[in-house]
């Protein structure tokens, strides 16, 4: 079965900083892969999401993402943080083989400091 | 823009009680989803609907079912509430024509079973 880790459970940034969220997915295929936010008390909103077209994938926000098919990642990097980013981080991959199923990894919760 | 709506966001409820949380999507969206959200474990997969009254178990069905009676809305029901349920629940929504595996989400009820 496909499994998605997400290397850090909460990161921490100052504000202006390099924001990076790392994720990793194992598949014997090429999936479909995405990044979801979650603010306080809200559900997800889709980030961003690669669909095979290009592998660097631009999303709102000013978030972006590279697939990286060698190292079966897909990590999350925005240039500058800024306080609105303060939010729960999740990768997600979908698997054809099962159902059109999603599977999501743990989230990581990003804390920007002023 | 589609819309997925959820017929609570707080709900209290006692131990042994039965109970509903309801789905409501405006896109004519052939799938739908229930998730149950814990810190640490991301998403997990309670049910999914594929189309009118047709269901599958997802990843963590015990203790829980489903109904989708009409297309637009797919219910989810403890039959008897336990504290090991207190949990979000996440509801989510799929054009199965679509060409990637994008699912929209609801904002989510956060239930507390005392």
């Known amino acids: 079965a496909q499994s998605v880790t997400q290397l850090g459970s909460h990161v921490s940034v100052s504000e202006g900083a390099l924001v990076l969220l790392r994720c990793n997915y194992s598949s014997s295929v090429p999936p479909y892969l995405f990044w979801y936010v979650q603010y306080p008390n809200q559900g997800l909103q889709l980030l961003l999401k690669?669909?095979?077209?290009?592998?660097l994938v631009k999303g709102i926000n000013g978030f972006e993402a590279e697939f990286k098919k060698s190292e079966t990642s897909f990590h999350l990097t925005k240039p500058s943080a800024h306080m609105s980013d303060a939010a729960e981080y999740f990768c997600a991959v979908s698997d054809w083989t099962s159902y059109d199923k999603v599977i999501f990894g743990p989230g990581t919760s990003l804390s920007v400091i002023p | 823009d589609v819309k997925v709506t959820q017929s609570s966001r707080y709900l209290v409820k006692r131990t042994g009680e039965k109970v509903f949380l309801e789905c409501v999507q405006d896109m004519d969206h052939e799938n739908m989803f229930w998730y149950r959200q814990d810190p640490g474990l991301g998403l997990r997969l309670i049910y999914f609907s594929y189309d009118v009254k047709m269901k599958e178990k997802g990843d963590i069905p015990e203790g829980y079912s489903v109904s989708r009676e009409k297309k637009e809305r797919f219910s989810l029901i403890l039959e008897s509430a336990s504290t090991n349920q207190t949990s979000m629940y996440l509801c989510?929504?799929?054009?199965?024509?679509?060409?990637?595996?994008?699912?929209?989400f609801g904002p989510g009820t956060r239930l507390t079973v005392l």
């Open positions: 989510a929504s799929r054009d199965r024509e679509a060409e990637s595996n994008e699912q929209f």
């Open positions: 690669y669909t095979s077209a290009a592998t």
